[in-house]
């Protein structure tokens, strides 16, 4: 066996030790999407904008609760009530989906929309699908409903 040896250096007392500032001094020069989080809006959200076309309101409600079976793998609270689905539409078969994410930067941004568009097809009734996804407006912490919010323990 070889002998190690280790050489220890001496730190000057005269060399301050930087210290990281608090965590909400730290979120709060953090980049913008996380202002919801430290000032969370007063006022309640309106609900998600739901259109259809002809006599389809039955289908749209089969849609959301299909939306409602999709959990956000960070977050313990479905997409619908997290408010990241923005609208359904559904005309001749045909459903539109306009949803967002938390963040651009999303771990699921590349598989979240083929998620959806696979839950909503598996609706019947629905023959095809096709899901926008839109950055504005910007998902907020707002835009959850209140069972969302109770979940999160922001109520």
């Given at each position: 066996m ?6 220890i ?29 430290l000032?969370?809006p ?21 849609v ?14 479905n ?18 989906v306009?949803?967002t994410?938390?963040?651009?930067h999303c ?13 909503v ?8 699908a ?11 912490p ?6 969302a ?5 922001m109520?």
């Amino acid at each position: 066996m070889s002998e190690r040896s280790f050489e220890i250096e001496e730190v000057s007392e005269a060399a301050p030790v930087a210290k990281a500032p608090p965590l909400r001094a730290q979120l709060e020069r953090s980049p913008d999407y996380l202002e919801g989080f430290l000032n969370p809006p007063a006022a309640p959200a309106p609900a998600p904008a739901l259109a259809s076309s002809g006599d389809t309101g039955g289908l749209v409600d089969e849609v959301v609760a299909a939306l409602r079976q999709i959990f956000d793998p960070e977050i313990p609270v479905n997409i619908y009530d997290l408010g990241l689905i923005y609208n359904v539409e559904i005309a001749d078969g045909h459903c539109v989906v306009t949803m967002t994410l938390t963040t651009p930067h999303c771990p699921v941004a590349e598989t979240m929309p083929g998620e959806v568009e696979l839950r909503v097809l598996s609706v019947p009734g629905v023959a095809s699908a096709e899901v926008n996804l839109v950055w504005d407006p910007a998902w907020d912490p707002g835009k959850m409903s209140d069972e969302a919010k109770l979940e999160m323990g922001m109520l």
